[in-house]
């Protein structure tokens, strides 16, 4: 099952589970800080979300959980430094069918 973005928009502010899926490290708790609109483009679908993670997360595959919300791997780059520690930032598209893309 894919990312969906009507599973993530109404999270903004809670707390997710992050485990690191690609090099052994403990599990951190990180805040869903944004998630952007969804842009739709010459058949694409694209869209963002970000976490406020603690200082010392690197780029990574997660495994991104929550309560009521099934787990999903993404993988999170650094966007920038917050006050508590490091924005990690996911961006995720998929294909759609549009009126313009039939010819």
Same mark, same amino acid.
Request: net charge negative; aromatic share 6%.
């Given at each position: 099952?894919? !990312? &969906? ?5 109404? $999270?903004?502010?809670? $707390?997710? #589970? @992050?485990? $690191? @899926?690609d090099? &052994?490290?403990?599990? !951190?708790?990180?805040?869903? #800080?944004?998630?952007?609109?969804? $842009?739709?483009?010459?058949?694409? @679908?694209?869209?963002?979300? #970000?976490f ?6 690197? &780029? ?8 009521? !919300? ?16 490091? @924005?990690?930032?996911?961006?995720? #598209? ?10």
């Amino acid at each position: 099952m894919s !990312v &969906q973005h009507a599973d993530y928009a109404p $999270r903004v502010g809670e $707390r997710f #589970t @992050l485990r $690191r @899926l690609d090099v &052994q490290q403990p599990d !951190v708790e990180a805040t869903l #800080t944004e998630v952007a609109d969804e $842009r739709r483009c010459g058949g694409w @679908l694209a869209w963002s979300m #970000t976490f406020d993670a603690p200082v010392g997360c690197e &780029q990574g595959v997660f495994e991104v959980s929550a309560p009521d !919300v099934d787990a999903r791997d993404l993988m999170l780059v650094p966007l920038a430094a917050s006050p508590g520690g490091t @924005l990690l930032h996911a961006t995720l #598209t998929s294909t759609y069918e549009s009126e313009n893309d039939h010819v």
